[in-house]
Protein backbone atom coordinates (compact mmCIF):
# COMPACT_ATOMS: atom_id res chain seq x y z
CA UNK A 1 0.00 0.00 0.00
CA UNK A 2 2.75 2.27 0.77
CA UNK A 3 3.62 2.33 -3.14
CA UNK A 4 0.56 2.95 -4.28
CA UNK A 5 0.32 5.50 -1.95
CA UNK A 6 3.64 7.16 -2.84
CA UNK A 7 2.94 6.78 -6.26
CA UNK A 8 -0.40 8.49 -5.97
CA UNK A 9 1.42 11.62 -4.32
CA UNK A 10 4.54 11.83 -6.52
CA UNK A 11 2.34 12.26 -9.52
CA UNK A 12 -0.31 14.20 -7.89
CA UNK A 13 2.73 16.68 -7.22
CA UNK A 14 4.11 16.52 -10.54
CA UNK A 15 1.02 16.74 -12.04
CA UNK A 16 -0.32 19.94 -10.46
CA UNK A 17 3.12 21.59 -11.22
CA UNK A 18 3.05 20.44 -14.64
CA UNK A 19 -0.61 21.79 -14.67
CA UNK A 20 0.50 25.23 -13.51
CA UNK A 21 3.28 25.26 -15.83
CA UNK A 22 1.87 23.96 -18.77
CA UNK A 23 -0.65 26.92 -18.80
CA UNK A 24 1.77 29.61 -17.91
CA UNK A 25 3.89 28.10 -21.05
CA UNK A 26 0.21 27.90 -23.33
CA UNK A 27 -1.36 31.54 -22.45
CA UNK A 28 1.59 33.75 -22.46
CA UNK A 29 5.19 31.86 -22.93
CA UNK A 30 4.37 29.86 -26.31
CA UNK A 31 2.69 32.87 -28.06
CA UNK A 32 6.08 34.87 -27.81
CA UNK A 33 8.52 31.84 -28.44
CA UNK A 34 6.74 29.37 -30.40
CA UNK A 35 6.20 26.22 -29.21
CA UNK A 36 9.20 23.99 -29.94
CA UNK A 37 11.45 26.80 -27.30
CA UNK A 38 8.62 27.10 -24.73
CA UNK A 39 8.15 23.73 -24.20
CA UNK A 40 11.90 23.10 -24.09
CA UNK A 41 12.41 25.71 -21.83
CA UNK A 42 9.65 24.13 -19.11
CA UNK A 43 11.68 20.46 -18.96
CA UNK A 44 14.29 21.89 -16.80
CA UNK A 45 11.73 24.01 -14.33
CA UNK A 46 10.00 20.11 -14.51
CA UNK A 47 12.95 18.31 -13.57
CA UNK A 48 13.82 20.06 -10.73
CA UNK A 49 9.91 19.49 -9.93
CA UNK A 50 10.57 15.91 -10.45
CA UNK A 51 13.66 15.85 -7.80
CA UNK A 52 11.69 17.66 -5.13
CA UNK A 53 8.93 15.60 -5.24
CA UNK A 54 10.11 12.34 -5.31
CA UNK A 55 12.64 12.91 -2.73
CA UNK A 56 9.86 15.02 -0.28
CA UNK A 57 7.26 11.96 -1.44
CA UNK A 58 9.95 9.11 -0.23
CA UNK A 59 10.72 11.08 3.04
CA UNK A 60 6.95 11.99 3.96
CA UNK A 61 5.09 8.89 3.04
CA UNK A 62 8.94 6.49 4.51
CA UNK A 63 9.28 4.56 1.29
CA UNK A 64 11.89 1.62 2.27
CA UNK A 65 15.52 2.69 -0.11
CA UNK A 66 15.01 -0.64 -1.93
CA UNK A 67 14.85 -0.85 -5.63
CA UNK A 68 11.28 -2.55 -5.75
CA UNK A 69 9.59 0.08 -3.72
CA UNK A 70 11.58 3.22 -5.59
CA UNK A 71 10.62 1.71 -9.18
CA UNK A 72 7.18 0.92 -7.86
CA UNK A 73 6.92 4.02 -6.50
CA UNK A 74 7.95 5.24 -10.25
CA UNK A 75 5.83 3.13 -12.17
CA UNK A 76 2.72 4.03 -10.26
CA UNK A 77 3.39 7.28 -10.84
CA UNK A 78 4.16 6.87 -14.68
CA UNK A 79 0.67 4.63 -15.12
CA UNK A 80 -1.23 7.73 -13.53
CA UNK A 81 0.85 9.96 -15.33
CA UNK A 82 -0.14 8.45 -18.66
CA UNK A 83 -4.15 7.94 -17.55
CA UNK A 84 -4.15 11.75 -17.16
CA UNK A 85 -2.26 12.78 -20.09
CA UNK A 86 -4.34 10.42 -22.76
CA UNK A 87 -7.80 10.59 -20.87
CA UNK A 88 -8.00 14.15 -18.90
CA UNK A 89 -5.81 16.00 -21.09
CA UNK A 90 -6.80 14.95 -24.73
CA UNK A 91 -10.18 15.17 -23.42
CA UNK A 92 -10.32 19.08 -22.36
CA UNK A 93 -8.24 19.73 -25.59
CA UNK A 94 -10.69 17.52 -27.81
CA UNK A 95 -8.01 15.28 -29.65
CA UNK A 96 -7.40 11.86 -30.60
CA UNK A 97 -4.49 10.15 -29.37
CA UNK A 98 -3.30 9.75 -33.09
CA UNK A 99 -4.20 13.67 -33.44
CA UNK A 100 -2.31 14.49 -30.19
CA UNK A 101 0.73 12.04 -31.35
CA UNK A 102 0.71 13.91 -34.59
CA UNK A 103 0.20 17.73 -33.12
CA UNK A 104 3.45 17.31 -31.04
CA UNK A 105 6.72 18.64 -32.46
CA UNK A 106 9.14 16.16 -32.92
CA UNK A 107 11.62 17.60 -30.90
CA UNK A 108 10.00 18.74 -27.62
CA UNK A 109 7.74 15.64 -27.99
CA UNK A 110 10.79 13.31 -27.92
CA UNK A 111 12.43 15.20 -24.74
CA UNK A 112 8.71 15.04 -23.37
CA UNK A 113 8.91 11.44 -23.84
CA UNK A 114 12.14 11.15 -22.34
CA UNK A 115 11.08 13.48 -19.20
CA UNK A 116 8.60 10.76 -18.81
CA UNK A 117 11.30 7.79 -18.26
CA UNK A 118 13.31 10.17 -16.31
CA UNK A 119 9.74 10.93 -13.61
CA UNK A 120 9.51 7.02 -13.28
CA UNK A 121 13.08 6.09 -12.56
CA UNK A 122 14.19 8.95 -10.49
CA UNK A 123 12.66 7.32 -7.51
CA UNK A 124 14.73 4.15 -7.95
CA UNK A 125 17.52 6.76 -8.68
CA UNK A 126 17.73 8.54 -5.42
CA UNK A 127 17.18 5.06 -3.06
CA UNK A 128 21.24 3.90 -5.21
CA UNK A 129 22.57 7.61 -4.75
CA UNK A 130 21.42 7.40 -1.50
CA UNK A 131 22.44 3.75 -0.91
CA UNK A 132 25.82 4.61 -2.29
CA UNK A 133 26.29 7.97 0.38
CA UNK A 134 25.50 5.29 3.15
CA UNK A 135 28.30 2.97 2.42
CA UNK A 136 30.61 5.59 2.19
Known amino acids: MR ?26 VAPRIGT ?4 LAEIPLILVVIFLASRWTVELVKVPYTPPFRLGMGCVALIL ?8 VLWIRGLTV ?4 ATRDPVSGTVY ?16 LNAARRTQ
Open 36 to 39: RISE
Open 113 to 128: YLTLVVFAIVPFLDST
Open 98 to 101: SDYI
Open 81 to 88: MLIAEFGF
Open 3 to 28: VLEAGALYFSLVFAAGFVLGAIRTLW
